[in-house]
């Protein structure tokens, strides 16, 4: 399988927790993005990468997220101290610049903080 | 305040029926990607649309990007069990520098569309 993977699928922690989510994109795309969708809603922006250079980051990216790329390659995005409101699917995507906006998404973790 | 309003929010039809639901915006966006989404995965692209007036189509979806750039319809013909998902426009916009594209995307909140057998 060639598309973008995400790893944990579901995530059930307490409140007060550190998490840490896993993105693999595909293989030869440079552009890495996350993204948060709760029920109701289309997925929110938080962040992207070009190779390891982290280019934007989202007001919805509070200082208890962050996210790296250290290699260019596969992303964490790490949420310190998870509130209730943290709970949300997280979604990663890629693209191969120069066509960016072509965002393939892979299959979310499902993020639940009791 | 979305950027991007999709509309209707619910579409519940007959298998065999037409329809069509649309993507609006006051801004112009360098292009418009339209994704359908099942329950607890992630988005899959449909169709990329780049060119004011472009009308693309895929089987029985036809999309269409609006001449100025600020909106888009989906229409699908015949609309079959299969259909049934979550529609999602997305729009990328233009950056400061003349060509250039920001990486994000802004999403509408979808077109939840279910079609009965």
């Known amino acids: 399988d060639t598309g973008v993977s995400q790893d944990p699928r579901h995530k059930i922690t307490k409140r007060g927790q550190n998490v840490t989510f896993r993105c693999d994109p595909i293989s030869e795309h440079n552009r890495l993005y996350w993204y948060r969708q709760t029920l109701g809603q289309g997925p929110e922006f938080l962040t992207y990468?070009?190779?390891?250079?982290?280019?934007?980051k989202s007001r919805l990216l509070s200082d208890r997220f962050s996210a790296e790329r250290p290699k260019g390659s596969f992303s964490t995005l790490e949420i310190q101290r998870t509130e209730q409101g943290d709970s949300a699917m997280y979604l990663c995507?890629?693209?191969?610049?120069?066509?960016?906006?072509?965002?393939?998404f892979g299959p979310g973790t499902r993020l639940t903080v009791l | 305040t979305q950027l991007l309003e999709q509309s209707p929010q619910f579409l519940s039809i007959q298998e065999g029926e037409n329809l069509t639901v649309y993507c609006n915006s006051s801004s112009v966006f360098s292009s418009l990607q339209w994704y359908r989404q099942e329950p607890g995965e992630g988005p899959v692209l449909l169709v990329t649309v780049v060119t004011g007036g472009e009308v693309k189509k895929l089987k029985r979806l036809t999309f269409q990007f609006g001449d100025a750039r600020k909106d888009s319809s989906l229409h699908i013909t015949a609309a079959q069990p299969g259909d049934t998902g979550l529609y999602l426009c997305a729009g990328g916009v233009l950056g400061q520098d003349r060509g250039s594209t920001l990486g994000r995307l802004y999403f509408g909140r979808g077109t939840q569309l279910t079609v009965w057998p």
């Open positions: 990468f070009q190779n390891e250079a982290q280019l934007e």
């Open positions: 995507a890629s693209s191969l610049p120069p066509r960016v906006n072509e965002q393939f």
